[in-house]
């Protein structure tokens, strides 16, 4: 099935430009100038401070388009950006995007990419206000960065965290890196065998998480509904453990989790098995989750506990007493951040 392909030459950048930001609208009061003139403009009300920040994204480091399509790689972009965002408990509302695109590339192939980045503004209620179009000579670039709100009041950095308070995670954890240890086999499969086709169907939700990983926001709305502020929030993007290693160096105090209460999904469990990993280390290490791990104080305790997507893994102790895991025998392990890129390297 061979598709249409127009060189991005034949409409030139300006025609570019101009094709793939055309189906987005701003939609936010503080989104006051957009895609067209030297810079656009934002504004803010009084007494709410701007939350900015960037993810770059290069092919062959952090995506390999033979599995993930060009749709899903613009809308992840903009989620691990809304992602960090929302660890920072503020609002999304604007993003830039810049992109180099080497030859390879045409004109359909940044219309896909677009259509997914309009699909995750739509989701976030985010503005495209912006970016810069380059040609690359090593495959495609993709930065983006977002710019938030939030009263200074209620942003949580990730130095809050104070003795006593518990440790929560939302959703589940480890599934997206079994989700890319599917993605590569199957490709392994398909470079050896060009006609045999995926078989992905049983491992469909950690596929999701690999390549649709949503950002959550509608957590943040929640805890501002139950007027909940975390004490210290991250959203996790290297493994569980490097980021509660995170809170702990900047709040100046130490975890304690339990690996019984780890959220684990049953499809990432049995997948882990069938690759002879281990379902806890790639909660730990694997990378890639994007939930919220955030930590509050006991009175808090009562608000949250029947949530369903929320959960209690540990405590914050004393600097002196250690990052621990306890784990399901009963041993009290340190935790390591071995993160994500420790993992890929080991394979
Ligand atoms: P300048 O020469 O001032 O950098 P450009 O010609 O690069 O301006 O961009 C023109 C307009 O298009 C600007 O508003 C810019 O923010 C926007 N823009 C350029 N590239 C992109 C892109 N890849 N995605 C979204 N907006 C873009
Ligand atoms: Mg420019």
Request: glycine share 8%.
């Amino acid at each position: 099935m061979e598709e249409k392909r127009t060189e991005i030459n034949d409409l030139g950048e300006f025609g570019l430009i101009d094709k793939i930001t055309k189906g987005f609208a701003l939609t936010n009061k503080e989104s006051v100038l957009g895609v067209g003139d030297d810079a656009a403009i934002v504004k803010n009300d009084d007494g709410e401070q701007l939350v900015v920040t960037s993810d770059m994204l290069l092919e062959g480091v952090h995506f390999d388009l033979s599995y993930i399509p060009l749709v899903h790689l613009g809308f992840k972009a903009v989620a691990v950006n809304v992602s960090d965002i929302a660890a920072m408990n503020a609002i999304p509302k604007q993003i830039t995007v810049n992109i180099g695109l080497s030859n390879r590339f045409s004109v359909e192939a940044v219309d896909m990419l677009y259509q997914g980045i309009k699909a995750a503004c739509d989701h976030y209620k985010v503005d495209l206000i912006g970016g810069d179009t380059t040609s690359s000579s090593s495959g495609l670039v993709l930065s983006i960065t977002a710019i938030g709100v939030q009263k200074e009041a209620s942003i949580v950095k990730r130095s809050g965290a104070a003795e006593n308070d518990i440790i929560c995670v939302t959703g589940d954890l480890g599934a997206a890196y079994i989700g890319l240890t599917v993605l590569e086999r199957e490709k392994q499969v398909y470079l050896t065998n060009p006609n045999m086709q995926p078989q992905l169907d049983k491992y469909d939700y950690v596929v999701q998480r690999q390549l649709k990983p949503d950002a959550r926001m509608d957590i943040i709305h929640e805890l501002a509904e139950l007027n909940i502020k975390p004490s210290s929030m991250i959203d996790i993007s290297d493994g569980l453990a490097s980021e509660l290693l995170h809170l702990s160096d900047n709040s100046k105090v130490a975890m304690a989790i339990y690996e019984d209460k780890l959220p684990i999904d049953k499809q990432t469990y049995d997948t882990a098995y069938e690759f002879q990993l281990d379902p806890t280390t790639c909660a730990l290490n694997g990378g890639e989750d994007y939930e919220l791990l955030f930590t509050i104080s006991q009175e808090d305790f009562e608000k949250l506990k029947n949530h369903r997507d929320i959960h209690f893994i540990g405590y914050v102790r004393n600097l002196k007493e250690g990052n621990v895991m306890q784990t399901k025998g009963g041993n009290t392990v340190p935790l390591q951040a071995q993160g994500w890129d420790h993992m890929k390297k080991e394979k």
